[in-house]
Structures are given as C-alpha cells and as structure tokens.
C-alpha cells in the first residue's frame, strides 16, 4: 500500500513538463544537449553533437498537450520577426487567445534549441507509446508537439514525455524549456507544477 503511495505521488508530481526556469527568475539558456545512445532499430535519428543550424524563415508552433493532473495545455505559434499568438486552453493563467511580441534573438534561441530534434523539411517524426523506439512509457503524460511552417512545406515533431525518459532526456528538457526562452509567455502560461 505504502509503494503505491509513493507511486502516485511520483506520477502527480512528475507529470508536468519539465521548468527549469522558476517562475519570476531569469530564463538559463540552456546548455548543448548530450547526444543520445543510439539503440538498435531505432528509427529516428539521434541528434548530433555538432550545432544544428536552425531555419530561419519559418514560424514555430508549440502545442501541450494534458496529463493526468493540472498541467497547463495551450499553444503558440511565433514568426521570425517576433510576432507572436498564445492560446490558453486549460489550467494556464490566461485563457482565450492573446498576441505577444519576442525579440527576433529570443526567436532564433528557441530555433536554434529546437534545431537538433527537427525532422527533415516536410517530415513527421513521432515519440509515442507503443511506436519504435517508445516501447517503455510511462502513461498519462503530457505531450509537446512543434510544428515548423514555411512557405512551402511543414514539419512537425511530436514527443510524449513519458516515452522512454532515460534515452529521451536530452529531447525531453529541450522541449520542457523551450517556451522559457520568451519571457512574454511566462505571464500567459502561469506556475507549471
């Protein structure tokens, strides 16, 4: 009865995307990701050790999605220039639509942390339970799904963070940190437990 306790309370507080931002404080940009131990029939490729170069000229979308607890689920989508729309759909401190504004560095910061998880241009790559590469999950977790749209094509990666959490750290912090690098949001996404 007592490991089942202790279970829950793990599962309740662990469910949530990752912050390493505490709310009010100044955003770490975060470190170069370790590159990840390639396993046998993994299908997706493993991002290398060497800087990705981010694309540019193409709008970011970063979506949430629930888990099994009060994790915020919104979304927002930024372009190059800093125009940025934010969606509060649930258990963030703003909900409805609002319009932000981030500084073209703060754009290529979240490209250039999101360039070595991005699939080719006009690919899906997915990290879900039960796919290759996600058999160990852990159940009722969020998701982040980020979508980068250019003029012609659109590419889009989806991740579950409870899809094999030893081997998808690296991805899994990226993507936890990622709405940190524009303080606009910090204010429309609230406290994340």
């Known amino acids: 009865m007592k490991r089942i306790a202790i279970a829950l309370l793990a599962l309740g507080t662990a469910g949530c995307i990752p912050q390493v931002t505490p ?19 993994t299908p997706f490729p493993q991002p290398s050790t060497a800087p990705a170069r981010p694309v540019t000229n193409e709008a970011i ?26 969606t509060g759909i649930r258990f963030t401190a703003v909900t409805g639509q609002r319009s932000f504004r981030a500084t073209p560095e703060q754009v290529a910061a979240l490209a250039q942390l999101l360039a070595p998880y991005r699939p080719a241009t006009g690919r899906t790559q997915r990290y879900s339970h039960g796919e290759p590469g996600c058999e160990r999950a852990a159940t009722d977790m969020p998701s982040a ?3 980068w749209r250019a003029r012609r094509s659109t590419t889009t990666l989806y991740f579950d963070f409870g899809c094999d ?8 912090a990226a993507l936890g ?4 690098l524009i303080p606009a949001l910090v204010p429309l996404i609230g406290p994340r437990p």
Do not use: K, L, M, W
């Open 23 to 41: 709310p009010g404080g100044t955003p770490r940009p975060p470190a170069a990701p370790p590159a990840a131990p390639v396993r046998p029939g």
């Open 165 to 172: 959490r030893d081997a998808n750290h690296a991805i899994a």
């Open 61 to 86: 979308e970063y979506q949430t999605g629930p888990c099994f607890g009060r994790c915020p689920v919104y979304r927002f989508q930024v372009s190059p220039n800093g125009q940025g729309s934010f």
């Open 177 to 180: 940190n990622a709405p940190d």
């Open 145 to 147: 799904e980020v979508r």
